[in-house]
């Protein structure tokens, strides 16, 4: 396979809205299998990497289609890149487009093909980020049994979990919003307290589902952002102005609370 060819696959996947050159080095690198050149917008790939077999040709296309997303990206911002290069809206672009190289069968999952990998990647996905997730769901329902028994004796919660605890407040918050919330632990703790931070329903269950399906957390993290800037913005300000309306009742009951402690201490 070609440079053309691998070239002329990147542009079946999706096209591009701005010219690219693919070039293959020739060469062998210690390194990096390819690279990507915003300013002349050309895609290096170390050809000589890989294998020149039908697994060797995949994992060169996984290089491709990783360096073309650079490419893609750089397309969304103008034909520029900011020095972060691998951020979210990168992972995003790039996972849609293995997605899409996997639906038209021009790459096949490199994840796949090894039966002993798949194996570990259940096991760790059932006794781990599960079991994981399980737990902290738990921690939450009992800590909301404690938030109960502190207000009962006219103790501050956040001042238990600092003093007991010893844990920081908002993990004790996002576990407490797992359970209230719900969320599916087998999405793993971690994407557990992302979706624990999304206020509204519909859209939080929305993540949820795609997170279930196999979606990648930063592409669902793009959807959201999407979605947000979509929105209409009547009610993108009436969400904003609840927010700071919570935000300020917070604050002004711990203005009185130190207000009251201040009177004590004088």
Known sequence: MNQDKVREKLLAIEDA???????????????????????????????????QDSAG????????????????????????????????????IFHALLEKAEAKKIYHDVFTASPELL???????????????EL?????KQLLKAHELCTGIGVRFEDYV??????PRTAANMAMKMFEYDIAPEVGADNMRFLAGIRDNDNRQAAETALIKGKSPDTVKMQMR??????????RLEKEKARLERTIATLTKRLDDVKKELKTKK
């Open 57 to 92: 040709e995949n994992l060169l296309l996984y290089t491709a289609i990783h360096e073309y997303a650079h490419h893609l990206h750089s397309c969304s911002r103008g034909g520029t890149l900011s020095p972060r290069a691998h951020n979210t809206e990168f992972w995003a």
């Open 136 to 140: 902290v769901k738990e921690m939450g």
């Open 226 to 235: 999407k979605q947000s800037e979509s929105e209409d913005p009547v009610l």
């Open 17 to 51: 809205p701005l010219e690219f050159a693919l070039v293959f080095s020739g060469k062998k690198s210690s390194k990096v299998n390819g690279l990507y050149k915003p300013d002349s917008r050309e895609i290096i790939i170390h050809n000589r990497n890989f294998q």
């Open 162 to 167: 600092d003093r007991m605890l010893r844990i």
């Open 119 to 133: 194996k570990l990647t259940e096991i760790i996905r059932a006794k781990f980020l599960k079991n994981n997730g």
